[in-house]
């Protein structure tokens, strides 16, 4: 499965939020996850069962939305025969939207990953727990555990640990010897060692060198061995960028081992997309300070003049930024034009005559912008509101910047 982009991730988060606005009175709303392989007359069947079950509700009105919302989703499935290859999520039902007042809403999804079972759900909410953890993010990082004796090879992906091999050393233990037989003992064992490094940094090759997704390689173990391999030359030269220079201390070498090594490294992988992002708003800020302004330019003005112009490197959005971009046109029709509104912000009046203005077109200000920027070869990056740098892009700056290729007058 490919993995999603930074904006159909956006997207989906976005859909998210909207579903997750939704609240019925009682047990209304209506959840079905469907996975991939499962007819969808199956599930039909399934819903129009549940449809029957629903007229056993006492109250009234309770009964009559659950039934609608049963019919609505078996409406919303007439169109497939089987589900798309992640399966689907389909949520129905009445949101209260005040004063005693309910209105229909429907949403059908194909998730980011396949559904992993069968499940319907009639609550209160709807039910979005497993569309959250297919959000998480997925990175992968190689993993080793190592000593002399032992050494186990896995990959993380994401909160997952996939062990790929467990090998038993052939190096001999040390212990105590006199005179030649000493020296020899030694020279035998460190030979041992050094081809014992050597078959890991092979493996290691071999597992990890066409992974183009890999992200990092942590090391970890119980005695010195860990920095002893690391450091020396037994690692394929691609790989040994990808090492972590933080050399874990686990107590086992197995697969506990590389159990125990996720967990000691959990805060600095969680803390390496946040260095990412603080260093991008740090070198805007860098810019800005410039006597000259710099290469930056902040602000929806000035940030989509530059984008226009092709003289955008790099776009920064903050994740947390709610606004429309609204195509208008004047109830009279003597001016058309675009403005940015605050998401269920008050229309602006006609420029031309003060009089009201109609929607012609409605769309999300970040996808405007990010739909630009990619005409132009610009990078995207959404900022999340996690550090102090995301959230002074979104306080100081609107939530829209840029690093610019060329200064624009």
Known sequence: MSEMSGMDKYKFRRALEQIEEAAGRGTELVSVYIPPGRPISDVTNYLRAELSQSSNIKSASTRKHVTQAIESAIQRLRSYRMPPPNGLVVFTGHKQIGADQTEMVAFVLEPPEPVASFLYRCDSKFYTAPLHEMLAEKDLYGLLVIDWSEATLGLLRGKRIEVIKNLQSQVPSKHRMGGQSARRFE????????????????????????????????????????????????????????????????????????????????????????????????????????????????????????????????????????????KLRCANGDWEGEKTVAEDGELPSCPKDGGALTVVENRDLIEDLTAIAGGMGTTVELISNDSEEGQLLLRAFGGIAAILRYRVT
């Open 187 to 326: 020279r035998g064992h460190d030979i041992a060692v050094h081809e014992w490094y050597k078959k890991i940094g092979d493996l290691m090759t071999e597992a990890f060198l066409n992974q183009p997704d890999l992200k990092g390689i942590i090391i970890g173990g119980p005695g010195y061995s860990k920095e002893e391999f690391a450091t020396g030359e037994y690692l394929h030269h691609e790989l040994k960028k990808k090492v972590l220079p933080t050399f874990l201390d686990t107590g086992y070498t197995d697969e506990y081992g590389l159990r125990e090594l996720v967990e000691k490294s959990r805060e600095i992988l969680s803390g390496l997309d946040l260095m990412r992002e603080k260093s991008l708003v740090q070198r805007l800020m860098e810019e800005i300070r410039k006597e000259d302004g710099g290469l930056a330019a902040y602000g929806e003005d000035q940030v989509r003049h530059a984008l226009q112009l092709g003289a955008v490197e790099t776009l920064l959005i903050s994740e947390g930024l709610r606004k429309s971009r609204l």
